[in-house]
C-alpha cells in the first residue's frame, strides 16, 4: 500500500502562486508514476500533471502547460506542483495520485492511490 498525503493549498489571488505538496508513504519502490488532477466545483475531476518516479518523462494538461511546473524531491519521496500565474478557472480541489503500472498517466483510472485533496482557489 502506498499512502499520499497534499499539502499547500490555499486562497490566492488571481496571477499569484502557490506550491503543493505530496508525500508519498509506504512501498513507494513499487510506484511508476505520480500525478495531479483537479476537481471544479460541479465538474468532472480532471487531469493537471503527471511525473514518472524517476522524474523522467513528465506530462501537462494544455490548460497549465507554461504555468504550472511537476518535480520530485527522491529523497523526500515527494511531489511537487508549482502553480505560477493562477487564473480562477484554476480553482477546484487538487488530488494527488500515483500507480504502480506502467499506464497512460492522463487516465483516472490509471492511478491506484489517492490524497485526500487540498483546496486551492483564485479570487478574480
Known amino acids: 500500500q502506498v499512502q499520499l498525503v497534499e499539502s499547500g493549498g490555499g486562497l490566492v489571488q488571481a496571477g499569484g502562486s502557490l506550491r503543493l505538496s505530496c508525500a508519498a508513504s509506504?512501498?513507494?519502490?513499487?510506484?511508476?508514476?505520480m500525478g495531479w488532477f483537479r476537481q471544479a466545483p460541479g465538474k468532472e475531476r480532471e487531469f493537471v500533471s503527471a511525473?514518472?518516479?524517476?522524474?523522467?518523462?513528465?506530462n501537462y494538461a494544455d490548460s497549465v502547460k507554461g504555468r504550472f511546473t511537476i518535480s520530485r524531491a527522491n529523497a523526500k519521496n515527494t511531489v511537487y506542483l508549482q502553480m505560477n500565474s493562477l487564473k480562477h478557472e484554476d480553482t477546484a480541489v487538487y488530488y494527488c495520485?500515483?500507480?504502480?503500472?506502467?499506464?497512460?498517466?492522463?487516465?483516472?483510472?490509471?492511478?491506484?492511490?489517492w490524497g485526500q485533496g487540498t483546496q486551492v482557489t483564485v479570487s478574480s
Open positions: 509506504g512501498r513507494t519502490f513499487s510506484l511508476y508514476a
Open positions: 511525473i514518472t518516479w524517476g522524474g523522467v518523462a513528465t
Open positions: 495520485a500515483a500507480t504502480a503500472r506502467l499506464v497512460v498517466l492522463t487516465r483516472e483510472d490509471s492511478y491506484d492511490y
